[in-house]
């Protein structure tokens, strides 16, 4: 049976968020410990032109969203980015998980060719459902998550790739 859209989608969504709440959870831990302010990890920048750490996290959470919700041919909901502290960025996945254990793998049929619009660099983009997915979403999901996790492994935090990748058992 082939990959469907969904299986491509929501669960690796599912997985990586759950493990960057984790990830959340130890930077709190570190920061109390280390008797760092929160927000000084929270807008941290690898670099002075790339986005905060909060901003990364809710632009995870913004692609698992908009994309799940996209294929399946639904709006997404609509989160304000206010986040200041790392309950709070703990708190955002949690939503955006349980809207993802919404989606329904029926939904999901025929997403592959489903046209989705989206503006890409202020311009307005068509994508095929597929193409969207693998072009667009899963890269954007990927590299704001990894970025969030670089941030925090940048600034002492203990995390290892296991953090970022999860268990397989």
């Not at 049976?1 to 984790?22: D, G, I, W």
């Not at 939503?95 to 202020?122: C, H, N, W």
């Not at 994508?127 to 925090?152: E, M, Q, R, V």
Request: net charge positive; charged share 25%.
């Amino acid at each position: 049976m082939p990959l469907s859209m969904y299986q491509a989608s929501v669960p690796a969504f599912e997985r990586t968020l759950t493990n960057l709440k984790a990830i959340l959870e130890k930077a709190a831990a570190h920061a109390k410990d280390h008797k760092i302010e929160e927000s000084v990890l929270i807008g941290a920048r690898l670099f002075p032109d790339m986005l905060p750490f909060a901003k990364q996290i809710q632009i995870a959470s913004d692609f698992a969203r908009g994309t799940s919700a996209r294929l399946s041919g639904s709006e997404p909901p609509s989160f304000e980015d206010k986040e200041t502290t790392f309950a709070e960025l703990v708190t955002r996945i949690d939503k955006t998980l349980d809207y993802l254990k919404t989606m329904q793998p029926a939904k999901f049929e025929g997403a592959e060719t489903r046209e989705i619009s989206r503006p890409v660099g202020g311009k307005p983009m068509k994508f095929s459902g597929t193409d969207y997915l693998i072009k667009y979403a899963l890269p954007n999901f990927y590299f704001h998550s990894t970025t969030a996790y670089a941030i925090l492994r940048h600034n002492g935090v203990a995390l290892g790739k296991g953090d970022f990748i999860g268990s397989f058992g």
